[in-house]
């Protein structure tokens, strides 16, 4: 069964650095999201993109995130300067024409 | 603003006992609902999802729930809860004018042998 795919498991990075979390959705797929859950917290939407731009973002989707779908295959999310408050596990979710979404196996950043 | 509700931040069964997830929402019309399953360490499986029609779902790994719009619940039931169910359970929900999924705080389930 075709499934959404994240690298890398786990990132760990210094403050005020860049980070890149990468995700290849599934296939067909034609929207693509990223969502975050801060520990013991919920998870949270960060961006929808669909059509090669984003469709929606929340507030929490500021200057400092970007996302791009550099080929056919890879969608990613970069922070362009770390903050601690950064720390969490980073979902990517993929849907086809559908309401269902597909989610990724996460990726733990942690900001030190 | 839609909002979803879990009531239970943590419940605890015996394996083979019936359990029952409470999931409430706020939203003007019928939304689209989820329940999504994480295991430790793991991301979010779908477990099921109610779009119209049939107020009671089936999902995966013997679970359903069932849709009340007079009470805007829509609440996730086992009959008999194996070990293996021991996760984190999260329902959610989308509007109709956006496909951003609006999650509840999640409920913990642990399961006694």
């Known amino acids: 069964e075709p499934e959404v795919t994240q690298t890398p498991s786990h990132q760990v990075t210094q403050m005020g650095q860049e980070v890149i979390l990468r995700c290849v959705p599934i296939?067909?797929?034609?929207?693509f999201y990223w969502y975050r859950q801060i520990l013991g917290q919920k998870v949270e939407f960060l961006v929808s993109f669909y059509n090669n731009e984003i469709s929606e973002k929340s507030e929490i989707f500021d200057d400092q995130f970007s996302v791009e779908r550099p080929d056919g295959s890879n969608f990613t999310l970069k922070i362009r300067s770390t903050k601690l408050e950064d720390s969490a596990m980073y979902f990517c979710?993929?849907?086809?024409?559908?309401?269902?979404?597909?989610f990724g196996p996460g990726t733990r950043l942690l900001v030190l | 603003a839609q909002s979803v509700t879990q009531p239970d931040i943590h419940i605890t069964v015996s394996e083979g006992a019936s359990l029952e997830l409470r999931c409430n929402y706020s939203?003007?019309?019928?939304?689209?609902l989820f329940w999504y399953v994480q295991s430790p360490g793991q991301g979010l499986q779908l477990l099921l999802k109610?779009?119209?029609?049939?107020?009671l779902v089936q999902g995966i790994k013997g679970f359903e729930a069932e849709f009340k719009r007079s009470q805007s619940s829509f609440n996730l039931r086992k009959p008999s809860v194996h070990w293996s169910d021991a996760a984190e359970y999260f329902c959610a929900v989308v509007g109709r004018n956006t496909d951003k999924l609006i999650f509840g705080t999640g409920t913990r389930l642990q399961v006694f042998p």
């Open positions: 979710a993929s849907n086809d024409w559908g309401e269902t979404q597909y």
């Open positions: 939203y003007g019309a019928t939304p689209y």
């Open positions: 109610y779009f119209s029609g049939d107020t």
């Open positions: 296939s067909n797929h034609l929207y």
